[in-house]
């Protein structure tokens, strides 16, 4: 069974700091997503890595993808309040099932 | 272009009771699928629908179940409601084939007492 973790689960730090998350799967797969969540809203979609050594960047946050090593990290640069939310990534099940798998979401709190 | 449209938006339901949840997809999109959120924890999947078929269901009982209409529209309707069915539902649609991942709704914020 496909399982996704996240580390760290809670982050808090201060505002132009850099940290980076991580997202461990346990199966072969090439499709990851990240999400942001904000409290009480829905998810919205942040980047789509569809091959190994992918690389996706907007704004202050750049995502990668290694299948090799079943790993995929959200990169936050210079970090701002705004970016408090809880991120989530998600791995598809099975090669187009579109069963996402989530991992257990990184609450990020972004300290002025 | 509209996104997904979920409704209501929050239910209070007694355990025991049924609830049906309703979703309207993305224009353009032909598989939806419906997740569950606890409290504190990342979305699992329930089932998607495909051309108004069950696609494939996650490890929920069959007191959960759905539909899709020939719009794509869906719903989810869960029976004898449990306290542990508190829940935020998302729905989603996405298009068959395409890989951009799904389009969330902003969710039914279901409450059992």
């Known amino acids: 069974e496909l399982k996704v973790e996240q580390n760290p689960l809670f982050l808090s730090m201060q505002e132009g700091k850099n940290y980076t998350i991580y997202c461990n799967y346990s199966?072969?797969?090439?499709?990851l997503y990240w999400y942001r969540q904000d409290p009480g809203k829905s998810l919205e979609s942040l980047f789509v890595l569809l091959s190994n050594g992918a690389v996706k960047q907007e704004g202050r946050l750049m995502a990668s993808l290694d299948t090799k090593a079943r790993l995929s990290t959200l990169h936050i640069t210079a970090a701002v309040h705004d970016l408090s939310a809880t991120y989530f990534c998600?791995?598809?099940?099975?090669?187009?099932?579109?069963?996402?798998?989530f991992g257990t979401g990184t609450r990020l709190k972004v300290l002025a | 272009e509209t996104g997904v449209t979920q409704s209501p938006t929050h239910l209070i339901k007694t355990r025991g009771q049924q609830v049906t949840l309703r979703c309207s997809s993305q224009s353009g999109h032909n598989t939806v699928s419906w997740y569950q959120q606890a409290l504190g924890q990342g979305p699992q999947f329930i089932f998607q629908?495909?051309?108004?078929?069950?696609?494939g269901r996650g490890n929920f009982p069959p007191r959960f179940s759905g539909l899709q209409f020939p719009n794509y529209s869906s719903e989810l309707n869960v029976n004898a409601l449990e306290l542990d069915d508190s829940a935020l539902y998302l729905c989603?649609?996405?298009?068959?084939?395409?890989?951009?991942?799904?389009?969330f709704g902003s969710g039914t914020r279901l409450t059992v007492v």
């Open positions: 989603a649609s996405s298009l068959a084939g395409q890989v951009y991942g799904y389009t």
């Open positions: 199966t072969t797969s090439d499709r």
């Open positions: 998600a791995v598809e099940g099975s090669r187009g099932t579109y069963k996402y798998i």
């Open positions: 629908y495909y051309r108004e078929e069950e696609n």
